[in-house]
């Protein structure tokens, strides 16, 4: 039990409330209640409720107590301090750490949301013209342009799950990861289309395996790069290293498999 005063205001308010409210008895313990029950809310998530005396019907209370139980004395005291930590005003049941603060307005959000836009579609388009410069092959172009933007959605998806913020630094990473996503395909199909002589000594299963080697390794490079900032470095640093390193592991363990086997599926053909 423990007692909590409230203003003149809000203890009127609630006698208007209650007083036409109909007492039910519960016929376990024979205690009589209001039909209604106090509800406790945090971040539109109903956490408790608490049922509210007969006695208490039409009255304006300005120290009124809340009084609870539980099975073990140590739920009746958990219970207890979290709604007392719910009733300060500004005090929640958890802790906070600050890590990094950033202020920016709606109307420079919105001109930084359109400016990212237009930047992606202008580094596709660019990307994809060298590509096709370099390749002269629109069947190879499409695949390339098309899981970059699969693999930017799988970061994004991924991001999403694990909670993780996006903010500046981790749009930094994933522009990282997308880069080396397309480094990782161009490897590949030079392997396969550029070998010189290797193709009269190679089949495609094993330039495939020899850009895996290489792909494999570069990853694993950059991985041991990140992950100093993941464990050691906060805010900015954090949230770059940890794009960065998702992207990457996607990439070699989803994309450039399906990239491969997609361009072999078409040199098959």
């Given at each position: 039990?423990?007692?909590?005063?409230?203003?003149?205001?809000?203890?009127?308010?609630?006698?208007?409330?209650?007083?036409?409210?109909?007492?039910?008895?519960?016929?376990?313990?024979?205690?009589?209640?209001?039909?209604?029950?106090?509800?406790?809310?945090?971040?539109?998530?109903?956490?408790?409720?608490?049922?509210?005396?007969?006695?208490?019907?039409?009255?304006?209370?300005?120290?009124?107590?809340?009084?609870?139980?539980?099975?073990?004395?140590?739920?009746?005291?958990?219970?207890?301090?979290?709604?007392?930590?719910?009733?300060?005003?500004?005090?929640?049941?958890?802790?906070?750490?600050?890590?990094?603060?950033?202020?920016?307005?709606?109307?420079?959000?919105?001109?930084?949301?359109?400016?990212?836009?237009?930047?992606?579609?202008?580094?596709?388009?660019?990307?994809?013209?060298?590509?096709?410069?370099?390749?002269?092959?629109?069947?190879?172009?499409?695949?390339?342009?098309?899981?970059?933007?699969?693999?930017?959605?799988?970061?994004?998806?991924?991001?999403?799950?694990?909670?993780?913020?996006?903010?500046?630094?981790?749009?930094?990473?994933?522009?990282?990861?997308?880069?080396?996503?397309?480094?990782?395909?161009?490897?590949?199909?030079?392997?396969?289309?550029?070998?010189?002589?290797?193709?009269?000594?190679?089949?495609?299963?094993?330039?495939?395996?020899?850009?895996?080697?290489?792909?494999?390794?570069?990853?694993?490079?950059?991985?041991?790069?990140?992950?100093?900032?993941?464990?050691?470095?906060?805010?900015?640093?954090?949230?770059?290293?940890?794009?960065?390193?998702?992207?990457?592991?996607?990439?070699?363990?989803?994309?450039?498999?399906?990239f491969a086997k997609l361009i072999e599926h078409i040199l098959d053909k």
């Amino acid at each position: 039990m423990f007692q909590i005063t409230i203003t003149e205001e809000s203890a009127q308010k609630f006698a208007d409330i209650t007083a036409p409210m109909k007492s039910l008895v519960n016929p376990n313990t024979g205690e009589s209640h209001l039909e209604s029950r106090i509800y406790f809310f945090l971040d539109d998530v109903e956490i408790t409720s608490l049922a509210i005396s007969s006695d208490l019907r039409g009255k304006a209370y300005l120290q009124p107590a809340i009084t609870g139980g539980g099975d073990l004395q140590e739920e009746a005291v958990s219970e207890k301090l979290k709604l007392q930590s719910i009733l300060r005003s500004g005090a929640l049941p958890t802790s906070l750490k600050m890590v990094k603060v950033d202020q920016i307005s709606p109307s420079l959000g919105a001109e930084f949301m359109n400016a990212a836009m237009l930047t992606a579609l202008i580094a596709i388009f660019a990307v994809s013209g060298v590509m096709f410069i370099r390749y002269r092959k629109i069947n190879i172009l499409v695949p390339m342009v098309v899981w970059s933007l699969i693999e930017l959605t799988l970061v994004l998806g991924a991001a999403a799950i694990i909670k993780w913020t996006i903010d500046l630094a981790s749009i930094a990473g994933i522009i990282a990861a997308i880069g080396t996503g397309t480094n990782d395909q161009v490897m590949i199909i030079d392997e396969i289309f550029m070998g010189g002589g290797k193709e009269k000594i190679y089949t495609l299963k094993q330039k495939v395996k020899r850009a895996f080697f290489i792909i494999f390794g570069a990853a694993a490079t950059i991985i041991a790069a990140m992950l100093p900032l993941m464990f050691i470095g906060i805010g900015v640093m954090k949230g770059f290293a940890i794009t960065t390193t998702l992207g990457v592991l996607i990439g070699v363990f989803i994309t450039r498999p399906a990239f491969a086997k997609l361009i072999e599926h078409i040199l098959d053909k």
